[in-house]
């Protein structure tokens, strides 16, 4: 571990990318980036394993720190318990002008890809997530301006993206936000594509399908103490055979309300097929004003079509509703 913390030093030191041969290599801590370039040569082909399920993390921090072309693994997990950043896969920590590309998560504790302590100016691309304990890309504590794209998130431990903005302290909302063209659910255990508080966030031709909670899922969370959400757009995405879990039988698209208020959500050209028990939910006793759907195609066959219980809903030349 200690090497590849020295080497990651030097390289900075030297102005120098930081370049990992094919190979398996153990990581027994936590691997920090901090404003270099680390490249290995191939997801399949560069291997760092992580041989301490409670701190194996690697950590990404500075300006311009780049991980490319490598797999990341846990030996073994253990418990998502207190959700520690140390046991997920890759931790940005308020890291400007980032990027992980072609990158392999493969098991975490926690976490597969997390983004916080107000991380800006990022993109997260051509990525393969899968099996961990908690969210597989999750953004939060104020970061501001990421594009997520081209990913693939499978059989992860909760949200596959997630977008999420506590109440907490000083902190913005998670804001400016780009999710596109990404291939998420097979099996994840809770939402697709969520914004739990958020503003101006993007969602657009991406696949969800295969989740045991919504596939698509926009809202102010009472128990979680989050903050609102505004100026959020869901463009031409497939939404397929999402909210398989009973008792709770969400819908494949939900916008639900405890607490706050949400504003300005439009669902445009959406393709929402097969709900496991609903099609289209917009839900909650908190303040839902304009919700609007425009031009999307339901395809329903099990429960209702649509349950809008709250909210200024705008209809708009939409299919099977």
Not at 20 to 45: C, H, N, R, W, Y
Not at 132 to 146: F, K, L, R, Y
Request: with cysteine; net charge neutral; hydrophobic share 35%.
């Amino acid at each position: 571990m200690n090497a590849f913390n020295t080497a990651a030093k030097a390289a900075k030191a030297q102005g120098k990318t930081l370049t990992i041969p094919a190979g398996e290599f153990t990581l027994s801590g936590i691997f920090v980036i901090d404003g270099i370039k680390v490249v290995g040569a191939g997801k399949s082909a560069t291997v760092l394993a992580s041989t301490n399920p409670e701190n194996g993390s690697i950590d990404l921090k500075g300006d311009k720190a780049e991980l490319r072309n490598l797999k990341h693994e846990y030996k073994t997990t253990v418990p998502r318990g207190n959700g520690s950043h140390e046991k997920n896969s890759i931790t940005v920590r308020s890291a400007t002008n980032f990027v992980i590309d072609n990158v392999h998560v493969s098991k975490s504790s926690t976490a597969g890809i997390m983004i916080t302590y107000g991380a800006a100016n990022g993109t997260v691309t051509n990525n393969l997530v899968e099996n961990t304990g908690a969210d597989g890309i999750h953004m939060t504590n104020s970061v501001n301006s990421m594009t997520v794209e081209n990913n693939v998130v499978r059989g992860v431990g909760d949200d596959c993206i997630a977008v999420v903005s506590y109440k907490d302290g000083a902190d913005l909302p998670v804001r400016n936000i780009t999710i596109r063209g990404n291939d998420v659910g097979y099996n994840s255990k809770a939402r697709g594509i969520s914004v739990v508080g958020g503003t101006d966030v993007l969602i657009e031709n991406n696949k969800v399908q295969e989740t045991q909670m919504a596939g698509v899922y926009i809202s102010v969370e009472g128990s979680y103490n989050t903050q609102n959400v505004d100026r959020v757009k869901v463009n031409n995405n497939t939404i397929n055979h999402t909210g398989i879990q009973e008792p709770q039988n969400h819908p494949n698209v939900l916008v639900y309300a405890s607490q706050g208020v949400i504003d300005n959500v439009e669902f445009n050209n959406n393709m929402i097929t097969n709900g496991a028990h609903r099609g289209i939910g917009v839900w909650g006793d908190a303040t839902i004003k304009n919700i609007t759907f425009r031009q999307n195609t339901l395809i329903n066959t099990n429960g209702a079509a649509t349950t809008f219980s709250n909210g200024i809903i705008k209809l708009i030349d939409n299919i099977g509703f």
